[in-house]
């Protein structure tokens, strides 16, 4: 799960400091290829298993819409074929698409959760994970499925639902990051040696890891999670795949 600060290119990214921001204003530096770059923008970009978000720019009395982001030098929010493509300098209002980006909240902290009963109840890593809006999957280090392993899982999952814990996002220098022990243990070969910090989110007391996504405030927000599958990818690779209903 990489790490990012708070600007991408020229582009300032608001939902790194706010996963809550739906709106805001912003102004159009660049315009490329039916793209446009935004001085400031809440569009989370894709990353870390977490998909880009949709929503719409408004401006001069129309809605292009967002259809996801390409990341290069730049975030390249890239409007829908036939829309209207704002020029630069245009004032314009971005919007997030709350429906999905609240599921894809809930998503990714619904896993970071499960990372940190499955690493507590059976000491295992993750290898790996992908998501969609209210469905996701992580892949553990585990040479064995445990007795019992799906309902246990489970279980701790309601139960650290139902605890309510806070979930921290906060962006620390690197050598202290690394002093906390989940990071040196999910991170410390991952992240590229030129990064100077890092964005630590904290689902306090249970999971710390190295992540630039966005997450709900809390592990009620979550709501219920349902283990739907376990399968078996590869000698010491299982696949745990979760649903929010
Ligand atoms: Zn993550």
């Known amino acids: 799960m990489a790490t990012e600060t708070d600007r991408h290119g020229r582009t300032h990214r608001l939902e790194l400091a706010d996963a ?4 805001w204003d912003a102004t159009v530096l660049h315009v490329e290829d039916g793209g446009v770059v935004l ?5 989370y970009p894709g990353g870390g298993g977490q998909p880009p978000d949709h929503g719409v ?4 009395g129309v809605q292009s819409r967002v259809m996801g982001v390409t990341k290069a030098d730049d975030l390249l929010l890239r409007i829908a074929e036939g829309d209207p493509v704002p020029g630069v300098g245009e004032a314009v209002r971005g919007a997030v698409e709350d429906e ?8 990714h902290s619904a896993l970071h959760l499960m990372a ?21 999957r992580l892949d553990f280090d585990l040479p064995e499925i445990p007795e019992g392993f799906k309902e246990r899982i489970a279980a701790q999952c309601a139960l650290e639902v139902e605890q309510d814990r806070r979930i921290d996002v906060r962006v620390l220098p690197r050598d202290e990051a690394f002093r906390i ?21 904290d689902i306090v007391g249970l999971d710390a890891q ?3 996504g966005t997450h709900v405030a809390s592990t009620r927000q ?11 990818k590869g000698k010491a690779n299982r696949r745990l795949r979760i649903t929010l209903p």
């Open 116 to 136: 940190g009963v499955v690493f507590r109840e059976f000491g295992a890593l993750v290898t790996g994970g992908n998501m969609e809006p209210l469905t996701g």
């Open 222 to 232: 979550i709501g219920r999670i349902d283990v739907v599958k376990v399968e078996s």
């Open 210 to 212: 190295a992540d630039g």
């Open 181 to 201: 022990p989940d990071i040196i243990r999910t991170a410390s070969n991952l992240l590229p040696p030129e990064l100077t910090e890092v964005r630590i989110v």
């Open 57 to 60: 720019l408004l401006w001069a």
């Open 100 to 107: 999905r980006r609240t599921a894809l909240m809930r998503t």
């Open 20 to 23: 809550t921001l739906r709106e």
């Open 39 to 43: 001085d400031r923008s809440a569009f």
